[in-house]
């Protein structure tokens, strides 16, 4: 028997609503704040991935799929959509009619890294992005955009935790500043944040290892060596969320540790997932389009976990799963072809119609009706057939009565089920 891969799963029917419900809440209220959707591929050339996120990062060092395909180019199956929704904007040149570009996708990325709950190999993200803003109302509206989101969800026991990152003019000090604590703690520090402090040293400070936290106690803040204009920045971000009452936590912890994010850097945990708290990453790249060959046009964005925001929606509140409205049970041939014509039209007028197709006994039919939680039976043998007529059967309240075959149209719509 051959077994999926491990760390990819299948989303069942009955699992499957839920994710269709949160996709559809998304997409209705990220079209209300004016994004758009983008559809970008799966595969890319490795390189866009190297460059965006950043050679000296998890993901590129230990968690991409990355493969040479028949011709020898160098592929990899995306590990988030950022970097392909900027590749998708320079190269259509978007920013040509209007910089300002609000896009949105849902899809599948691929990280190899050890499955758990809460944590795939295929995992499932919605990605947003606002392309030519600089203001921090932008910022902030975003954050509030997400924690409306999570709202009408019905999710609560959500932080937003918000950072500021500085730019290249005032994060060199905070780094200098970090680099010299992680060289006097160095003997504390676990064996990945050893290689993070000499080539990455921001990433220190996201590491979860208890001693490497303990190592960093009395780490420098970025917030406390930010120039007047990331000052102000993250002050105004800070005053319009408070505006739009959106509470939050300052966390000098929060980085992404790659130089094109800049300023704002904000995540959304929650306490209710266990180790994997964190459901939204996202933050300001003001450097990226211009990394990537665009030009100097501003950006920020994030991205939603979508595998974890189900199963804390799952927490919260139930999904009904779906069912036909009617179900047929017809008795030898005639009524058989004449249950299946009805299947066809009421599926071509949107109603949901099943029967069996196995030549069961009635009793069976029955008991396959019931089980299709159906609210409704027809019944149809060669009596009813020969008087145009049909047995309805009310599954809750098991009255049933004759009516005219041609009138069930009717009937159905009019029942509300
Ligand atoms: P984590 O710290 O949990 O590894 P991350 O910083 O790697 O998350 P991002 O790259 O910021 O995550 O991606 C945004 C969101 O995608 C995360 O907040 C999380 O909800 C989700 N996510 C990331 N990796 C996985 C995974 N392997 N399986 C399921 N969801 C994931
Ligand atoms: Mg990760």
Not at 142 to 170: E, K, Q, Y
Request: hydrophobic share 40%; with cysteine; proline share 5%.
């Amino acid at each position: 028997m051959i077994q999926s891969i491990r760390g990819f799963r299948d989303i069942l029917p009955g699992e499957v609503e839920r994710w269709q419900h949160i996709e559809a809440t998304a997409s209705t209220l990220l079209q209300s704040f004016g994004f758009r959707e983008i559809r970008i591929p799966v595969l890319e050339k490795t390189e866009l991935f190297c460059r965006s996120i950043g050679e000296q990062t998890d993901i590129v060092e230990k968690e991409m799929y990355t493969f040479p395909d028949r011709k020898g180019d160098m592929l990899t199956l995306r590990p988030e959509a950022t970097a392909s929704v900027v590749r998708a904007y320079i190269q259509h040149k978007l920013f040509a009619a209007n910089p300002v570009q609000k896009l949105y996708t849902i899809g599948p990325m691929f990280r190899r890294e050890r499955p758990q709950k809460g944590r795939y190999r295929q995992f499932y993200q919605i990605n947003a992005e606002v392309f030519g803003v600089s203001s921090p109302l932008m910022d902030a509206q975003i954050i509030f955009m997400l924690a409306t989101l999570l709202g009408r969800l019905g999710i609560r026991d959500c932080t937003v935790h918000l950072n500021s990152l500085g730019c290249p003019a005032c994060r060199p000090g905070f780094k200098a500043a970090l680099a010299g604590l992680l060289t006097r703690h160095t003997g504390e520090l676990c064996e990945d944040c050893r290689r993070r402090a000499e080539r990455n040293p921001l990433r220190v400070l996201d590491c979860k290892v208890p001693g490497c936290r303990q190592a960093l106690a009395d780490a420098p803040s970025m917030v406390d060596h930010l120039c007047d204009a990331c000052k102000e920045h993250f002050a105004s971000v800070q005053n319009h969320l408070e505006t739009l009452g959106v509470p939050y936590i300052l966390d000098n912890r929060l980085v992404r540790g790659l130089d094109y994010y800049t300023r704002t850097t904000f995540e959304i945990q929650t306490g209710l997932l266990g180790a994997q708290s964190a459901v939204t990453g996202g933050g300001r790249y003001d450097g990226l389009v211009q990394a990537l060959g665009g030009p100097e046009i501003p950006g920020i964005g994030f991205a939603i976990g979508l595998d974890r925001l189900v199963e804390l929606h799952a927490l919260v509140q139930e999904v009904s799963g779906v069912h036909p409205k009617v179900f047929f049970c017809a008795l030898g041939n005639a009524a058989q072809r004449m249950a299946s014509e009805w299947i066809c039209r009421l599926a071509a007028e949107g109603i949901e119609a099943e029967m069996d197709l196995s030549d069961k006994s009635l009793k069976n039919q029955m008991k396959q009706a019931d089980r299709s939680l159906a609210p409704l039976v027809v019944m149809i043998g060669e009596n009813e057939l020969a008087e145009g007529q049909a047995v309805i059967r009310d599954m809750a309240s098991r009255e049933q009565h004759k009516a005219p075959i041609a009138g069930l149209l009717d009937v159905l719509r009019n029942t509300g089920k």
